[in-house]
Antibody, heavy 116, light 111 residues
Framework: EVQLVESGGGLVQPGGSLRLSCAAS????????MSWVRQAPGKGLEWVSV???????YYADSVKGRFTISRDNSKNTLYLQMNSLRAEDTAVYYC??????????WGQGTLVTVSS | QSVLTQPPSASGTPGQRVTISCSGS????????VYWYQQLPGTAPKLLIY???QRPSGVPDRFSGSKSGTSASLAISGLRSEDEADYYC????????????FGGGTKLTVL
């Protein structure tokens, strides 16, 4: 059974950093394209970043240069390193596999709150 | 402001048929598949339609998708109270290398 479990969210001050983790089971993260999608409170979905099986990475303009997506194949885990956080980064962050795709999977999400 | 444009709200009574539109451009909907998601409050999005008009197993045939040019639509027939949710369209965008764009979402209310 495919499972994605995010962790690492919490309260952080503006300008601070946070690293989100997404532990995967039931498949190999390096064999799929893995993404982070976020949703600000009361707002819609916003695609944040993707890492392809070959290792290529892409970012939304809103986070480019501040966020870094990566994976640890030995731990079968996806990460999102978030630096220089801003209030507008406050959101639930979802880890997702093959989104969008014919058979995609989403985690339950982890809340990141950027506030002083 | 989202790259894909959806109406913020839609409504219908039980049994009715409702449609939700999604408008894009030649670089996204015009040249790539469209996907539709349903999101219930407090939960992760769930795939409803993939590759414009395909339903994953388990999704009722009351849900259908279509695409024409740079626009797409999600239709829900025989509306039920449990269909009340937020609906999002999504597509890859060729002008934004390797990136995905979502619509702003449509809140469906079952009256």
């Amino acid at each position: 059974e495919v499972q994605l479990v995010e962790s690492g969210g919490g309260l952080v001050q503006p300008g601070g950093s946070l690293r989100l983790s997404c532990a995967a089971s039931g498949f190999t993260v390096s064999s799929n394209y893995m993404s982070w999608v976020r949703q600000a409170p009361g707002k819609g979905l916003e695609w944040v970043s993707v890492i392809y099986s070959g290792g290529s990475t892409y970012y939304a303009d809103s986070v480019k240069g501040r966020f870094t997506i990566s994976r640890d194949n030995s731990k079968n885990t996806l990460y999102l390193q978030m630096n220089s956080l801003r209030a507008e980064d406050t959101a639930v962050y979802y880890c997702a596999r093959d989104v969008p795709g014919p058979e995609d999977y989403w985690g339950q999400g982890t809340l990141v709150t950027v506030s002083s | 402001q989202s790259v894909l444009t959806q109406p913020p709200s839609a409504s219908g009574t039980p049994g009715q048929r409702v449609t939700i539109s999604c408008s894009g451009s030649s670089s996204n909907i015009g040249s790539n598949y469209v996907y539709w998601y349903q999101q219930l409050p407090g939960t992760a999005p769930k795939l409803l339609i993939y590759r414009n008009n395909q339903r994953p197993s388990g999704v009722p045939d009351r849900f259908s998708g279509s695409k024409s040019g740079t626009s797409a639509s999600l239709a829900i027939s025989g509306l039920r109270s449990e269909d009340e949710a937020d609906y999002y369209c999504a597509a890859w965008d060729d002008s934004l290398s390797g990136r995905v764009v979502f619509g702003g979402g449509t809140k469906l209310t079952v009256l």
